[in-house]
């Protein structure tokens, strides 16, 4: 039995596509007895986590490789260079190249103490997203990356520093791959990115998000779902607007990237829209499509907040209709500049990011108990689980046919799913 190297996944979706991509380049390459961890750098907290996880790795695997890679990795790779536990450190762009595990694989006379370190200016980079994968995700659901990088600065993130300037996959590309996923039997594809809706402004002719998926949707007739994951609504095209309206294979659930309800708190989070601007958009979208869902990430307590401020951002969650909520209780970032403003203390943080949550679990048990006596076409992740058009989870009675859409009428609420 070949002895495949493990892998330990930090954060977001696109660090676990980035490491399926890593999965096949270092069994091309033969790399053996290592342990990968990808780690993320969203907040202090998380390089914390990081780091704890090193260790216990090397506690339960003392002659293992580690190598250390993501994006805690690229930002601050000296922190892992005085590890003892850590053996190499690979940045964002040296983990998708085939050469960087060619190297790992031939051991420490090919690599050398002094490439340990092997973490280059990850904004001098310009090529499209790196190593695309056919399908990765569920048996009924591909996640298909088509960005990668942002070009924007809000004050409380570090993750252009870890991901680069904004790089498009062309729109040829991305098509060609959803085909043979199709072809492979999926039934969903998930377009995903560090910035969505910045996808187009580097290739000819600077094209939308919006002008990608109408070009899936009409040259993958077959496809039966299409999503998009995380955007900025602000940046929304007409031509994505124009999907929500009239491509029912698009489906009705959008993710914003909203941060915080109160104008004073988005300029200082250095965001692009105002708390109107947010409001219109989820208005304007539910008169096109009245089954839109929306998702927010909504930080609490971020530098500077009121209790004024805060309560700004908790009427956003009814004034824009938001269901799923994910709130991010703020913790500074070393080298952001929202690190150096006067902070909120920590216990006004967590009862906030409580008191948000608690609106979103409202908002939950109100979107479940619209949905009883209603038809989904649900896709089945299991045989006992399924997903809406909304993006809601349904569960069985009885065994349905994995990976399969179904058609049925939902019977009632179990918790925060719902029971057909």
Not at 11 to 27: D, K
Not at 191 to 218: C, E, F, H
Request: aromatic letters at 4%.
């Amino acid at each position: 039995m070949v002895d495949v190297p493990k892998f330990t996944t930090l954060g977001c979706r696109l660090n676990a596509y980035e490491t399926h991509a890593m999965e096949e380049l270092s069994q091309q390459a033969g790399l053996s007895n290592a342990h990968v961890v990808n780690t993320c750098a969203v907040t202090a907290e998380a390089v914390r986590k990081a780091r704890q996880e090193i260790r216990r790795i090397r506690r339960e695997n003392p002659d293992a490789k580690i190598i250390v890679t993501g994006c805690a990795a690229q930002t601050e790779p000296e922190t892992f260079a005085a590890m003892a536990e850590v053996d190499h450190i690979i940045g964002n762009t040296e983990k998708m190249q085939a050469e960087t595990w060619q190297g790992l694989a031939k051991g420490p006379n090919f690599i050398g103490e002094t490439e340990r370190v092997q973490v280059d200016d990850i904004m001098s980079v310009t090529e499209t997203a790196g190593h695309l994968i056919d399908g990765f995700g569920t048996r009924s659901r591909a996640y298909v990356q088509v960005q990668n990088g942002c070009d924007h600065r809000c004050t409380f993130c570090i993750i252009p520093f870890g991901r680069g300037n904004s790089r498009s996959v062309p729109a040829g590309v991305v098509v060609d791959q959803i085909k043979r996923l199709v072809d492979r039997g999926f039934n969903e594809v998930v377009l995903t990115g560090v910035d969505l809706t910045s996808w187009g402004a580097d290739l000819p002719a600077t094209p939308k998000l919006g002008d990608l998926v109408l070009r899936i949707l009409k040259l993958v007739p077959d496809l039966p779902r299409l999503r998009i994951s995380s955007i900025d609504s602000i940046e929304v095209d007409e031509a994505l607007m124009q999907a929500i309206a009239t491509e029912p294979r698009l489906m009705p659930h959008l993710h914003l990237s909203l941060q915080h309800g109160d104008d004073l708190i988005l300029k200082r989070m250095k965001r692009r829209h105002l708390r109107d601007d947010a409001i219109r958009f989820t208005e304007e979208a539910l008169k096109l499509r009245p089954e839109m869902t929306f998702g927010a990430d909504i930080i609490a307590g971020f530098p500077t907040e009121t209790d004024a401020h805060f309560e700004n951002s908790l009427k956003l969650v009814d004034d824009c209709q938001l269901t799923w909520l994910h709130v991010f209780p703020y913790s500074p970032r070393q080298g952001t500049p929202a690190a150096r403003m006067p902070q909120v203390k920590g216990g006004a943080i967590k009862e906030r990011a409580a008191r948000l949550r608690d609106a979103g679990e409202r908002r939950v048990a109100l979107h479940l108990a619209a949905q009883v006596g209603r038809e989904h076409s649900i896709l089945l992740e299991n045989p006992r689980m399924g997903r809406t058009e909304q993006f809601t989870e349904v569960v069985f009675d009885t065994d349905q046919p994995e990976s399969q859409i179904v058609r049925t009428v939902i019977l009632g609420v179990d918790g925060a799913q719902l029971r057909a």
